[in-house]
């Protein structure tokens, strides 16, 4: 298989992109403040580690009944997903703090969960925030043969299914992460079709030594602690439960009713919008009036904000969502938005529905 060509974005006057970045930085300017993450976001991150390892070992070394088990280890898979959407994700973007070593800590965290952050940092930063909703690059719409999560993708039987099944394969996804798709970009050299950039010496060792922790704190010790069968029980409800979690939010971002899917043109290697655009249509907002969702999911309901200004700490998005909504108005772009997380999730089945039924 060929490697993919990433895609341009054209070049245009009166930028969508400039003004917006325009505004926003008056914001901060006006107000005084860092683009970062401040003492709120820094309290979060302490509570939910200090929640994920006090969980872990009261599972582990004080083996608990299995009716205080049972519900710990879906808080455990719930703590792990938001890790992920509070601090590793705005630690990965340089957004977390205004030290470099204190963003490295915090996206260090998608280590202590077990997954790998070279790999990520590629896939996330660099191919999904750049081409997002491009088939063929976008690996987040790559779930493979059982989904059809693009138009251009081939349409097989089962998907007029996928609507009913896709609760059961979204479970899988921090599974399948930690223990094969991370194994096939490391030996495949390969994101997709996208080459992975050259590893260093280093970045060998660190995929190494995180996957050997993960195998002690996540497998060994707790089979040594609590024997196998409630090892096992335990694993698949923590990891079915944070797969679901992490695998609804990032959909319900991008493939709902309303999102597009750019192509590329055949000749020029453009796509049809510069970057600010191609943002707003492949990308949607949910539930950001629910502080009790935004407060979970690290400001991931505004996916929008977060796309178009990534090196900003997700703290700062209910401010600056006003600001590129009055943008998106004088541009006349569509701001996609969905009031509550139920509604989101509606779009998202009928989006499903339709892609599987019709080419």
Not at 95 to 116: E, H
Not at 137 to 161: C, N, S, Y
Not at 271 to 283: C, G, I, M, N, S
Request: hydrophobic share 50%; proline share 3%.
């Amino acid at each position: 298989m060929t490697a993919t060509i990433t895609p341009k974005f054209p070049v245009v006057k009166n930028s969508l992109h400039l003004e917006l970045k325009k505004r926003v930085q008056e914001y901060f300017d006006e107000k005084g403040i860092s683009v970062t993450g401040n003492i709120t976001l820094f309290s979060k991150a302490i509570i939910l580690v200090t929640a994920f390892i006090a969980m872990y070992i009261h599972l582990i070394f004080f083996t608990p009944a299995w009716y205080i088990a049972i519900p710990e280890c879906i808080v455990l898979g719930c703590l792990i997903a938001s890790i992920g959407f509070n601090v590793m994700h705005d630690g990965s973007h340089g957004s977390f703090s205004k030290s470099k070593w204190k963003n490295k800590l915090a996206a260090a965290s998608l280590s202590m969960l077990g997954a790998n952050h070279f790999m990520w940092n590629m896939k996330h930063n660099i191919l999904h925030h750049s081409f997002t909703n491009v088939d063929g690059v976008d690996d987040d719409i790559e779930i493979g043969v059982l989904m059809r999560m693009a138009p251009t993708q081939k349409r097989f039987w089962m998907h007029r299914f996928q609507h009913f099944y896709f609760w059961f394969l979204y479970m899988l996804l921090y599974v399948f992460w930690i223990f094969f798709t991370d194994y096939r970009k490391y030996f495949s050299k390969k994101i997709g079709n996208v080459p992975l950039k050259k590893m260093k010496l280093k970045d060998h060792i660190e995929f190494w030594l995180v996957k050997l922790y993960h195998g002690f704190i996540f497998l060994a010790l707790p089979i040594m602690m609590v024997g196998w069968f409630n090892w096992l029980m335990g694993f698949l409800l923590v990891t079915l439960v944070s797969g679901f979690v992490l695998s609804i939010v990032f959909q319900l971002a991008h493939t709902v009713e309303d999102t597009h899917f750019p192509l590329a043109d055949n000749d020029s290697n453009k796509l049809p919008d510069e970057f600010a655009a191609h943002q707003l249509k492949t990308t949607a907002n949910f539930a950001t009036k629910n502080k009790t969702i935004s407060w979970l999911l690290g400001g991931l309901n505004f996916q929008i904000e977060h796309h178009l200004f990534p090196k900003i700490s997700h703290v700062h998005y209910p401010a600056i969502s006003n600001i590129i909504k009055n943008v998106c108005v004088e541009y006349q772009v569509q701001y996609i938005e969905y009031p509550t997380m139920y509604k989101a999730v509606v779009a998202h089945i009928h989006f499903l529905r339709r892609l599987g039924k019709y080419d």
